[in-house]
């Protein structure tokens, strides 16, 4: 850790938010490098940190955890703290990953907004986390990323760590449905995720929101904040606008990463 107490300014990212900023703000704001949540607290973390010592004063901060490369919103501490609870240790380090952008999903989430997810680009480099899962935190991420309906397991390539740390293969989540078709058979960025040598157009949440709309012939019935509300509220009519987003998706051709099987229970509430 920087330091032996939370920095002040790290409280901001883990304010609670509306139900309609969970959809609006998404994927959420992260610090810059490497952090740790430690029972509801954030420390920032850097190489030192992780060599000479961390907040759990016993074996090193990464030892038996799963590194799961975070895309989106599993990057913000207040999306870390939200599906892991306040008793949680999560520590999170910064990666590159090569010749993948992070784009829109061909999907609305269950909270209303439209999620993302890894795609091939040649030549750009996303800034973006590596999520430490300990054995009892890994499968609830399965479930809160809808696994095997929403998104596949994966173990993906060309993930360069910032830290140095454990060797081995990185595993993330890629969406089964695909990604949005913004326009031409091209996908669109996150603008808030930060890479460099982008391919495609960078557009915000409320953009990925009214292509989802037009495409769905609802942008006559509902503005921004009435599609957030009714996505969240209404499970048939979300079901409805994903059927017809699978039309106006994109699958990606020879990707990174390999789908590994895994079955799961209780994910209903994620869908």
């Not at 994927?27 to 060599?51: N, S």
């Not at 439209?114 to 991420?141: D, R, Y």
């Not at 913004?182 to 557009?203: G, M, N, T, Y």
């Not at 009519?237 to 799961?264: G, Y």
Request: hydrophobic fraction near 40%; charged fraction near 20%.
């Amino acid at each position: 850790m920087k330091n032996d107490h939370e920095p002040a300014g790290l409280r901001t990212y883990l304010e609670e938010i509306s139900e309609h900023d969970r959809a609006s703000l998404y994927p959420y704001m992260a610090p810059a490098g490497g952090y740790v949540l430690v029972r509801g607290q954030l420390f920032l973390l850097d190489q030192r940190a992780l060599k000479e010592g961390n907040p759990v004063k016993a074996k090193p901060l990464l030892a038996g955890r799963t590194p799961v490369l975070a895309v989106g919103s599993n990057r913000a501490p207040y999306q870390l703290l939200r599906k892991f609870g306040s008793e949680a240790i999560v520590p999170v380090t910064p990666a590159l990953l090569h010749d993948c952008d992070v784009v829109h999903t061909a999907l609305v989430s269950y909270y209303g907004a439209i999620p993302c997810t890894a795609f091939p680009s040649l030549g750009t480099v996303t800034e973006l986390k590596v999520v430490w899962l300990n054995q009892e935190q890994l499968p609830l991420m399965h479930k809160t990323e809808g696994i095997g309906v929403a998104y596949d397991y994966v173990e993906i390539q060309g993930v360069e760590h910032q830290f140095e740390v454990p060797a081995g293969p990185v595993f993330g989540y890629a969406a089964r449905a695909g990604v949005l078709d913004w326009e031409s058979c091209q996908p669109a960025s996150l603008a808030a995720i930060h890479a460099q040598l982008r391919r495609f157009r960078a557009i915000s949440q409320r953009q990925a929101a009214q292509r989802v709309c037009q495409i769905a012939k609802l942008e006559k019935a509902y503005s921004g904040e009435q599609f957030i509300a009714t996505m969240q509220a209404d499970k048939t009519l979300r079901a409805e606008v994903n059927d017809q987003l699978r039309t106006h998706s994109i699958q990606p051709t020879r990707p990174p990463w390999q789908v590994i099987p895994v079955s799961m229970n209780g994910i209903d509430d994620y869908l």
